[in-house]
T-cell receptor
Framework: AQSVAQPEDQVNVAEGNPLTVKCTYS??????LFWYVQYPNRGLQFLLK??????LVKGSYGFEAEFNKSQTSFHLKKPSALVSDSALYFC???????????FGDGTTLTVKP | NAGVTQTPKFRVLKTGQSMTLLCAQD?????MYWYRQDPGMGLRLIHY???????AKGEVPDGYNVSRLKKQNFLLGLESAAPSQTSVYFC?????????????FGPGTRLTVL
């Protein structure tokens, strides 16, 4: 089965600094990888995905993610963090047919002014 | 275009009571999913559906039943609620074709079982 791991429960950064939220994956075959964001008391929102092609994927709200096949990683990045980026971030991998995905446990990002 | 909606938003049940959570989507998606979210455990798939009239078990199906009588609706039922089913429940839907994998989520239902 496919799986993803988010090694950090919490990431703290200062506003204006670059941020990275880490994700590693384990798949058989080609990976279909996703990042979602969850704001308090809301459902998850899609940020970006990697299917194939360029290893640097750009998404919503200025986020991007770098796919690294040799390190089996798909880290989420942003050059300059905003306080409003504070949220819970989930990495996910498509698992089998029917569009199912397996989600990581989530990383809480806190951006301090 | 409302996207994915869920009713109710909150519910408190006593052990042994039953209830149904309703999910509706207006994006003509083929696939629909029910997840539960518990602290530190991410999202776990309960049941899913690949089309009207079809359902399948996910990772944690015990204690739940589902039905998809119409393409736009996906119902999650708890026949005899238990405290272990206290959780936040999310419904999601996705396209069958080129966008396969990207899921669109509802706002969630917070369920407490006493």
């Amino acid at each position: 089965a496919q799986s993803v791991a988010q090694p950090e429960d919490q990431v703290n950064v200062a506003e204006g600094n670059p941020l990275t939220v880490k994700c590693t994956y384990s798949v058989s075959g080609n990976p279909y990888l996703f990042w979602y964001v969850q704001y308090p008391n809301r459902g998850l929102q899609f940020l970006l995905k990697y299917i194939t092609g360029d290893n640097l994927v750009k998404g919503s709200y200025g986020f991007e993610a770098e796919f690294n096949k040799s390190q089996t990683s798909f880290h989420l990045k942003k050059p300059s963090a905003l306080v409003s980026d504070s949220a819970l971030y989930f990495c996910a991998v498509r698992d089998g047919n029917a569009g199912k995905s397996t989600f990581g446990d989530g990383t809480t990002l806190t951006v301090k002014p | 275009n409302a996207g994915v909606t869920q009713t109710p938003k909150f519910r408190v049940l006593k052990t042994g009571q039953s209830m149904t959570l309703l999910c509706a989507q207006d994006m003509n998606h083929e696939y629909m999913y029910w997840y539960r979210q518990d602290p530190g455990m991410g999202l776990r798939l309960i049941h899913y559906s690949v089309g009207e009239g079809t359902t399948a078990k996910g990772e944690v199906p015990d204690g739940y039943n589902v039905s998809r009588l119409k393409k736009q609706n996906f119902l999650l039922g708890l026949e005899s609620a238990a405290p272990s089913q206290t959780s936040v429940y999310f419904c999601a839907s996705s396209y069958k074709g080129a966008g396969l994998g990207t899921q669109y989520f509802g706002p969630g239902t917070r369920l407490t079982v006493l």
